[in-house]
């Protein structure tokens, strides 16, 4: 339902001890990003939260259209 991901490390972040890493998928329109939310998003996120440190995990979405510049 993606066609593309980066994972990103951040390379700044409010505590300097702190290592913070975001996750960007590419989908081809808005409605393919909600059906992977909706389908496996959910489940992946709560997955990978469990497999860390779930107190220390925050995920979020952040629907964007790309814009031509």
Same mark, same amino acid.
Do not use: N
């Given at each position: =339902? @993606?066609? &593309? %991901? =980066?994972? =990103? #490390?951040? *390379?700044?972040?409010?505590?300097?001890?702190?290592? %913070? @890493?975001?996750?960007?998928?590419? /989908?081809?329109?808005?409605?393919? &990003? #909600?059906?992977? !939310?909706?389908?496996? &998003?959910?489940?992946?996120? &709560?997955?990978? %939260? *469990?497999?860390?440190?779930?107190?220390?995990?925050? @995920?979020?979405? /952040?629907? =964007?259209?790309? !814009?031509? !510049?």
């Amino acid at each position: =339902m @993606y066609v &593309g %991901a =980066m994972l =990103m #490390r951040l *390379s700044e972040t409010p505590d300097p001890a702190a290592e %913070a @890493y975001a996750l960007h998928l590419r /989908t081809d329109d808005v409605a393919g &990003g #909600r059906k992977w !939310i909706e389908t496996q &998003g959910c489940d992946l996120l &709560g997955h990978l %939260a *469990s497999e860390l440190e779930p107190e220390r995990v925050l @995920y979020f979405t /952040t629907p =964007m259209e790309e !814009i031509e !510049i």
